[in-house]
């Protein structure tokens, strides 16, 4: 059975800076994509950023600069350093695993971890 655990997230002031990681169990996914979704109360869970199998990176426009995604294939996990962080970076994180995330549609995702609050304070 295939889990994706998360750890990390929090409670940061603003311009402060805070990591998430997410392990994955009960398959090998080294040759699949790996990202990190968030959700705010009312809106729909967004791609923030993944990584490809080669290390590729893309980073949603909000986040790009002050976000990255860095993962361990080898350890089956996927990792998120949030830096300069916004109030409204403010969310619930959940690590996805797709084989392709370029889309990063939300009806594509295999695998989702639990979600992780992450609070920035103004």
């Known amino acids: 059975q295939v889990q994706l655990v998360q750890d990390g997230g929090g409670l940061a002031p603003t311009g402060g800076s805070l990591s998430l990681s997410c392990v994955a169990s009960?398959?090998?996914?080294?040759?699949?994509?790996m990202g990190w979704f968030r959700q705010v109360p009312g809106k729909q869970r967004e791609l923030v950023a993944r990584i490809s199998s080669r290390n590729d990176t893309h980073y949603d426009p909000s986040v790009n600069g002050r976000f990255t995604i860095s993962r361990d294939s080898a350890k089956n996990s996927v990792f998120l350093q949030m830096d300069s962080l916004k109030p409204e970076d403010t969310a619930v994180y959940y690590c996805?695993?797709?084989?392709?995330?370029?889309?990063?549609?939300?009806?594509?995702?295999?695998?989702w971890g639990q979600g992780t609050q992450v609070t920035v304070s103004a």
């Open positions: 996805a695993i797709h084989v392709d995330l370029r889309l990063g549609r939300v009806s594509d995702i295999d695998y």
């Open positions: 009960g398959r090998n996914f080294r040759y699949y994509d």
